[in-house]
C-alpha cells in the first residue's frame, strides 16, 4: 500500500469514528435506553475487523476494510485461518470494487465466499471460481490453496 491509499484509509476510518462519536452524543442526548444496542454493534463491528486481521491477510483485510467503512460492502469471518493467496486475492476485490456499485458480501470459512448483487467485471473471477449465478446475484467460492 503506498503512502497516497494509507492516507485515504485513515481519513476514511478517521471519518467514520467521527460519525460513530457523533451517534454516540446523539442516542445519549435523545435515546438514551438505545446506547447499549449502538454499544454492541460498534462492538461487533471490531470483533469482525480482529477476525479479519487475524486470518493473517493483511493486504486483502485493508482492501475489505475500506471498502466495509465506505459501506460498499459487508463480511463475516467464520475461520481461524485460510491458506488463501493474499495479493490475488486482494486484487479480485479491487478489481471487483472497481467495476460494480452492487452490494457485495464476503464470507470467508474453509476459503472464500463472494455474492455480488449486480454487474460482476469478466475479468475478476475464472469460470472454476463460479458457484452459482441468478438474476439478482452471482456466488463466487475461491478455496484455499487456490
Sequence with gaps: MNSQAALKLLSTVRHEWMNRLQMISLYAALEPEKLEELY???RQHADEESALIRLDMPTTSLVLMQANWEG??????S???VSLDDARVADKFVRLLSGTDGPIHVTFTDGLMVR????????VFTSDEVYEQTVECSTFVIKEGN
Design 40 to 42: 454492541e454493534r460498534y
Design 116 to 123: 455480488v448483487f449486480g454487474h460482476v467485471p469478466d475479468d
Design 72 to 77: 460498499r460492502l459487508t463480511y463475516k469471518v
Design 79 to 81: 475461520a481461524d485461518r
